[in-house]
């Protein structure tokens, strides 16, 4: 008789190295979760190959949860192994199953299910074939790659039961629960905080920053790494009610109001007195406007700093990745006052001074120019000029008074979306 195992999430969420009486430990010490495998049914091997269709879609599986926050900490984890981790809820187990390719060649899956099994942590992983919706057409199952053989049924009569791929018989009863990795804060005073940002649709971990404002002053706290341990100093007047707002370019801007103090909401939880809270974010659609945060030009010039190459590249990737998306850039600048102007030269240093022509403009022109110099980039890089639009406004929508501690924010480029289909 084949039973589910408990999941080797486990074992990779505790280190790939971990001695085998460590083995079983658990990352779910913060939530109490108890995870125990009872009651499963006998599982009817059936060949695979008589079941198999060229209208479904395989998905290599590396753990499954009846839990989604359970789901969303082993994306975290693969994530940082480098795995393209995603999740999606299987309606027929009523689990949210996590997955590391998609693929319609099931050879393919199970190649790489093999794979995972004998060179990495995740010594379980199993394909599903199939949809996830609770009505989808065709056969749904899910495979073990080493025989080939799909499971029938599964009873569980424990509702928290957390299962993972098909595998031997287990025997042994579990270890006791070891003390889970703490996380690594950094030193220093002021709460422990960690911003998971991931996209609504497929829960992918997203690179990006956090904002935090002080509503009473509306002042800038500062700008925290999301997806890590950071800690959110103590500022002069008494901590009270802050904003949240996650900067991940091509994504909808969003905002997560609370108090740092007591932060409290059904989705934040306290993990090793971290506290979590998640932004699921959604990408950048028709009519969005996006400021792009972290594209920076040097003083007077329409040259980009070196610093600005990761989020422009971004915006490279979103355009070669949608053939049918079609934008306009929109620049700013702070104030109208005329000026010197430094332009990028025939060899097209987009990111340096050197090589740079001087010329006079107004406010407009340079903002224009900042602009067309990421235009520029895109159309070196292989994007079609006829894909992206210029608009530019000089000074006359400011985000900030000319004159304020941020009015360099004012300085900026804007990407609408004009088509995204």
């Known amino acids: 008789m ?123 992983a199993w394909v599903f074939n199939g949809d996830f919706g609770i009505n989808a057409p065709g056969p749904v199952k899910d495979i073990d790659p080493v025989t080939e053989a799909k499971i029938e049924t599964v009873k569980m009569e424990d509702p928290v039961v957390s299962v993972a791929g098909p595998t031997t018989p287990v025997t042994e009863n579990p270890k006791p629960k070891e003390e889970e990795k703490p996380f690594e804060v950094p030193a220093g005073s002021g709460k422990p905080f960690m911003f998971q940002l991931f996209r609504g649709s497929d829960r992918v971990i997203l690179t990006g920053e956090v904002e935090v404002v002080d509503i009473e002053k509306s002042r800038k706290v500062g700008t925290y790494k999301g997806n890590e341990p950071v800690r ?73 700093r070196p610093e600005s190459q990761y989020e422009v590249g971004e915006l490279y990737t979103m355009m070669a990745e949608n053939p049918k998306l079609k934008i306009r850039l929109h620049g700013h600048a702070n104030g109208n006052a005329s000026g010197r102007i430094i332009t990028i030269g025939t060899e097209k240093n987009f990111f340096s001074l050197d090589g740079s022509k001087d010329s006079f403009g107004s406010s407009k022109a340079l903002s224009e120019e900042r602009a067309l110099v990421v235009k520029e980039y895109l159309v070196t890089k292989g994007i079609d000029a006829n894909r992206v639009e210029v608009k530019a406004w000089g000074g006359k929508r400011p985000i900030f008074d000319k004159n304020s501690a941020r009015a360099q924010e004012n300085v900026r480029v804007e990407v609408e979306i004009l088509e995204d289909k």
């Open 2 to 124: 084949l039973i589910l195992s408990l999941p080797s999430c486990w074992r990779a969420l505790n280190g790939a190295h971990a001695p085998a009486t460590m083995r079983l430990r658990t990352f779910f010490a913060g939530t109490g979760i108890v995870l125990i495998c009872l009651g499963m049914t006998p599982i009817h091997a059936v060949p695979v190959a008589q079941l198999h269709s060229k209208d479904t879609v395989n998905y290599v599986v590396i753990g499954a949860f009846s839990i989604k926050n359970n789901a969303v900490k082993l994306i975290r984890h693969a994530t940082a192994l480098k795995y393209t981790a995603k999740f999606d809820f299987n309606q027929g187990r009523s689990l949210y199953y996590v997955y590391v390719l998609q693929t319609s060649d099931r050879d393919a899956a199970i190649r790489e299910a093999l794979r995972l099994r004998g060179e990495s942590e995740f010594t379980d």
């Open 232 to 304: 959110i100093p103590l500022w002069k007047s008494k901590p009270g009610q802050v904003s949240l707002i996650p900067q991940v370019f091509g994504y909808r801007k969003m905002q997560r109001d609370v108090d740092y103090n007591n932060p409290t909401a059904e989705d934040i939880t306290l993990e090793q007195d971290v506290t979590v809270i998640p932004f699921e974010l959604v990408k950048l659609q028709k009519g969005d406007i996006s400021v792009m945060y972290n594209v920076y030009f040097y003083r007077d010039a329409a040259i980009m």
